[in-house]
């Protein structure tokens, strides 16, 4: 079975930094574009960054340019998420994810179970 395992959230002061890490298992995503994504308390969920599948293409949501950066070890099958001068409005559940389309395609097919960061003031 496929999954897409989040690590690396929590609680953090603002302008304070997390790194989280996405693990998938079950296959290897090195050919996949892969996401971060986040639903804030009761709003929908958004698209934070895409990355292409060679590390070489990547696409920020405005609120997040400058402050995020996506990268990605295909040796190690593993996608991280730098968030530094993280804001209160960050605060959401984050959600790694993989599509074997192009990077913006808007259909993501595998999800992971989502990390909590929650920004203090």
């Known amino acids: 079975q496929v999954q897409l395992v989040e690590s690396g959230g929590g609680l953090v002061q603002a302008g304070g930094s997390l790194r989280l890490s996405c693990a998938p298992s079950g296959r290897t995503f090195s050919t996949y574009a892969m996401g971060w994504f986040r639903q804030p308390p009761g709003k929908g969920r958004e698209r934070v960054a895409v990355?292409?599948?060679?590390?070489?293409?990547?696409y920020y949501a405005d609120p997040v340019k400058g402050r995020f950066t996506i990268s990605r070890d295909n040796a190690k099958n593993t996608v991280y998420l730098q968030m530094n001068s993280l804001k209160p409005e960050d605060t959401a559940v984050y959600y790694c994810?993989?599509?074997?389309?192009?990077?913006?395609?808007?259909?993501?097919?595998?999800w992971g179970q989502g990390t909590q960061v929650t920004v203090s003031s």
């Open positions: 990355i292409n599948w060679s590390g070489l293409r990547t």
């Open positions: 994810a993989a599509t074997p389309r192009g990077v913006l395609d808007p259909q993501y097919d595998y």
